[in-house]
């Protein structure tokens, strides 16, 4: 027995040692891996980009332009438009290697004031309302071919909308790999639905079912005043190409594999929307079109038969990818504030074994489900909508200023200085219209967005702040202070645990 327990007494100390030697291997270990390859990128963008809408209400086009034709130009438009702004996105995401999308661009072309108040804006009410809307859509269309043909109680649909996004969470939480390997799957079901759509409609398209299109181009029915907001609510159901700049660091290759999953990702997006649109005024009617409520399920109704119960489950997808995509590209823009001293140390941090921004995934939980169950998260949308192509609008231009005050920085993808240009002429342009047209909601968007100033010098600028106010968000030392205090903290939970198991 004595020479058993020396012996074992021996190992222990063999292992202790070689942990030892192998800490600051691991110290270098903990960090994001660069998981997302070209394939898991390009679901990223689709999988975030393609919502509900295009199932659901792709009718706002049609009542502001007033033709089928007009309609189907503005698709078009609106994704080469889209193209240019995601172009613009793949050559700062070359250049400026750093997770974060927005937020980081801003930071570097116009310093922390700015990138914060964009902080403040998305975590304060853009987000957590904006996923809560995607979740309410899939809690509604996954329990309807339960509920059918009766309506679905509310909190039932809270419900459902809960435990979905604590399962997006909780794949955030435990792997990459995973939550890479679920957005592919889920990216070819909403191609799928898509060309369950596509294809019908086409091919009775070529058998001659032209009726709808006859004068698609009537200009009686052209409405000019309403072409701005059918300009917006195109460029809102192509928003979501620029969720893989949140992820930049891990990306393979970036400067490879971010400019072609995007013009991949655009190429792919654009035609299913307009073939899409096809199909649907193939089979419905402009004026049927309007009437209904979801577009997709009276198509459904008319050209699939029974089989059109599986629509409301595909849409349901739909919505779980977008849910998946958003959260897994938001979490990093926390975690590279927090990394620059703009948000509390503890979300920076990455867990040592799954190696995921595991705090910055958490604290996006309850801010959405609180969302879910109080406050009226449409018109906090309305009047924050506008702030989102602001931003969109200022990061483009950030792209200009740092071409004129920064010539030498490398841009291994570099685009026409007219494709900038015109994006942000057209996202100024939609800022202005949303002034114009709701200027109530738009001012009220404004301010809660400006409360920002405020927050930034009371949390970040000012150094003689109360102590208590110091430890609540972790004294906000810069990163390069904080390697050492975070690489010591992780050693040792990991050589705690390998010690004890």
Known sequence: KRRDRGTKSKAISQKRTDLNVKLPAQ???????????????????????????????????????????????????????????????????????KSGGHYTYIMEAFGPQMAFIRLW??????????????????????LEPLFMPCAIPP??????????????????????????????????????AIIIIIVPGVY???????????????????NLSGMPLAFYSGMYAYAGWFYLNFVTEEVENPEKTLPLA???????????????????????SAEELLA???????????????????????????????????????????????REGQLPEVLSMIHVRRHTPLAAVLILYPMTVIQVFVGDIYSLLNFMSFLRWLFIGVVVLGLIYLRYTKPDLPRPFKVPLFIPVVFCL????????????????????????????????????????????????????????????????????EFSWKVDT
């Open 121 to 142: 804006a998305e975590l304060i009410a853009i987000r957590p309302a904006a996923m809560a809307v995607i979740s309410l859509a899939f809690g509604q269309y996954i």
């Open 204 to 222: 009775l398209l070529f058998k001659g079912e032209t009726k709808n299109f006859e004068d698609a181009f009537d200009l009686t029915n052209i």
């Open 155 to 192: 909190m039932a649909v809270k419900l459902a909308t809960t435990i979905g996004i604590t399962s997006v969470m909780y794949l955030n939480c435990m792997s990459v790999t995973w939550t890479a390997r679920i957005q592919i799957l889920l990216t070819f079901s909403k191609l799928l």
């Open 292 to 338: 209904s409520d979801a577009v997709a399920v009276t198509f459904a109704e008319r050209l699939l038969g029974n089989f059109s119960i599986a629509i409301p489950v595909f849409v349901a997808l739909s919505c779980f990818g977008s849910m998946n995509g958003g959260l897994f590209a938001l979490s990093r823009m926390v975690y590279v504030a927090s």
């Open 27 to 97: 110290e270098k270990k903990v960090e994001l891996g660069k998981k997302v390859t070209l394939l898991r990128g390009i679901s990223i963008i689709i999988g975030t980009i393609i919502g509900a809408g295009i199932f659901i209400s792709p009718k706002g086009i049609l009542r502001n332009t007033g033709s089928v034709g007009m309609s189907l130009v503005v698709w078009i438009a609106c994704g080469v438009l889209s193209l240019f702004g995601a172009l613009s996105y793949a050559e700062l995401g070359t250049c400026i290697r």
């Open 262 to 284: 995007i013009c991949i990702s655009m190429a792919i997006v654009t035609s299913c929307y307009v073939l899409t649109n096809i199909a649907y005024y193939t089979v419905i």
């Open 426 to 493: 057209t996202c100024f342009f939609m800022v202005f219209l949303s002034l114009y047209s709701d200027p109530v909601n738009t001012g009220i968007g404004f301010a809660i967005s400006i409360t920002g100033i405020p927050a930034y010098y009371v949390f970040i600028h000012f150094n003689n702040r109360p102590k208590w106010l110091q430890r609540a968000i972790g004294n906000q030392l810069h990163p390069n202070h904080l390697t050492k205090q975070k690489s010591d903290f992780r050693i040792y939970i």
